[in-house]
């Protein structure tokens, strides 16, 4: 599949990174169609890029890689909807968002990104937890200083 996108230009992308999510993001109800771009291997950031919007990508960033008792318990409707199992276990992320300085990234712990890699379905949840935020700090002793490469 070739898709455009403002950020990475003209992608040819392979199947398995193509994901529905049926109810579309919070905010973009109709874009329904993303691919999913890792940054590089073993990096905790990736991507999640509209195949039909060349100006949509999520900075998605693995909430375990630096929140390693970030939890939730996904309700069984969802879970059944997106096709969750021992077989199919969850991908867990969260979207990012950078501001001038990537010391400065925050990111949503009460929307996670969970999708099936195995179905390539996935969906934004809206948690209902009152200690997380919307705006968490990814870094908030500051940037780490053997981080010597950004996101894009």
Not at 21 to 45: A, N, R
């Amino acid at each position: 599949m070739k898709i455009e996108s403002t950020r990475f230009g003209k992608l040819e992308v392979a199947e398995e990174q193509v994901f529905n999510f049926p109810h579309g993001i919070p905010g973009f109800p109709d874009e329904k169609t993303f691919v999913h771009l890792h940054y590089e291997e073993g990096s905790p950031f990736s991507f999640l890029q509209s195949t039909t919007e060349g100006n949509l990508t999520f900075v998605l960033v693995d909430p375990f890689a630096f929140l390693p008792d970030y939890e939730f318990v996904l309700d069984d409707e969802i879970a059944l909807e997106i096709g969750l199992s021992q077989q199919s276990p969850p991908q867990v992320f969260l979207i990012a968002t950078v501001k001038g300085k990537l010391a400065e990234m925050t990111v949503n712990l009460l929307a996670p990104v969970v999708m099936n890699g195995v179905k390539r379905v996935g969906r934004q949840v809206i948690l209902d937890k009152r200690d997380y935020s919307i705006c968490h700090k990814l870094f908030p002793d500051g940037f780490p200083k053997e981080a010597d490469k950004g996101v894009g």
